[in-house]
């Protein structure tokens, strides 16, 4: 009998029609292509604050063997961006300690396409990770500090000289690094999302930061992030850490955006993709730059609510 893992899948499923589409067909994707680590257990955290998953997408997931492991969260602390999502992650990651040598942490609106071969990192390295897709609230690195990240280095108490520079996704734009929290592979030993869950709930309140939500909402939404990449400079050296290629996280509602060299003729040549909700759109299968063979599998796949 297996007494430890080497990979273990984990995503948090919201008791809403789209956090429950997205899961099921991310799981449904790992089990379909993810090659040798299709059979690799999935954990679906599931936050209680009241309302349920219906009783169709537990029983799709549960035939999919993935385990659902519900959670408590205050509902106010859940309504702040991605709080819900933190505490699933330092709540994975300790379940995961000695059970698992690496937890891949994916946003539910992953879509895995192929067997993710980087996923299982190099033995001298402890995380992988993909930048984040454009700039949006990220630091460019050639240029001051602004407030916002300011604060984030002093609370994360980064050391100058673990900065580098980093390309986003879509824009190649250069960043100080701001790695994206939707994709990330760890070793549940480091304890980083720990480190992430701690840092988060000790400061994100602060009236400091609480200013700058005022001025701009987009430093409310993704203060995780930043504090993510403020966390990981922290406890990491850069060559600790791994950056996988670009055809893995690929946003594929930035396709028509993307000016790197990298851009794919078609979603096919890719490993995993991130999407926002593709299918919301009528004319979708009009629209993806897919093979027919792909749109196939994701319209059969497509819950039917």
């Not at 059979?39 to 009241?50: D, H, K, L, R």
């Not at 698992?100 to 071969?117: A, F, G, Q, R």
């Not at 709930?201 to 987009?218: A, I, M, S």
């Not at 930043?226 to 922290?234: F, M, P, T, V």
Request: net charge negative.
């Amino acid at each position: 009998m297996k007494t430890r893992e080497e990979l273990i899948f984990t995503t948090v499923v919201y008791p809403t029609e789209w956090s429950e589409t997205n899961a099921l067909l991310m799981v449904e994707s790992i089990r379909a292509f993810a090659g040798s680590l299709s059979q690799a257990p999935i954990w679906c955290f599931v936050p209680q604050y009241g309302k349920k998953l219906t009783a169709r997408a537990v029983d799709r997931l549960t035939k999919l063997d993935a385990t659902l492991m519900p959670y408590d969260i205050e509902l106010e602390v859940a309504r702040f961006f991605f709080a819900a999502d933190i505490r699933a992650a330092g709540l994975a990651e300790s379940t995961a300690t000695g059970k698992t040598d690496l937890l891949v942490w994916l946003n539910s609106n992953t879509i895995i396409l192929k067997e993710p071969h980087a996923f299982i990192l190099r033995d001298d390295k402890n995380m992988g990770y993909r930048p984040v897709h454009h700039t949006n609230v990220g630091s460019v690195y050639d240029t001051p500090l602004d407030p916002f990240w300011t604060l984030v280095y002093n609370y994360c108490n980064v050391p100058e000289d673990r900065v580098f520079p980093m390309e986003a996704h879509i824009d190649g734009q250069n960043l100080r690094p701001y790695f994206n929290a939707g994709m990330l592979i760890i070793r549940p030993d480091k304890k980083l999302f720990k480190a992430w869950h701690d840092t988060f709930f000790k400061v994100y309140q602060e009236p400091d930061l609480q200013n700058l939500y005022k001025q701009d909402e987009r430093y409310m939404i993704f203060i995780h992030q930043a504090l993510l990449s403020g966390i990981i400079l922290k406890i990491f050296k850069q060559d600790e850490i791994q950056e996988l290629p670009s055809i893995y996280n690929y946003p594929v509602h930035l396709h028509g955006e993307d000016v790197t060299t990298n851009r794919p003729a078609i979603l096919d040549e890719l490993i995993t993709i991130r999407h926002e909700g593709f299918y919301q759109d009528p004319d979708w299968q009009q629209k993806m730059p897919a093979t027919d063979t792909l749109k196939q599998w994701l319209i059969e796949k497509l819950p039917k609510y």
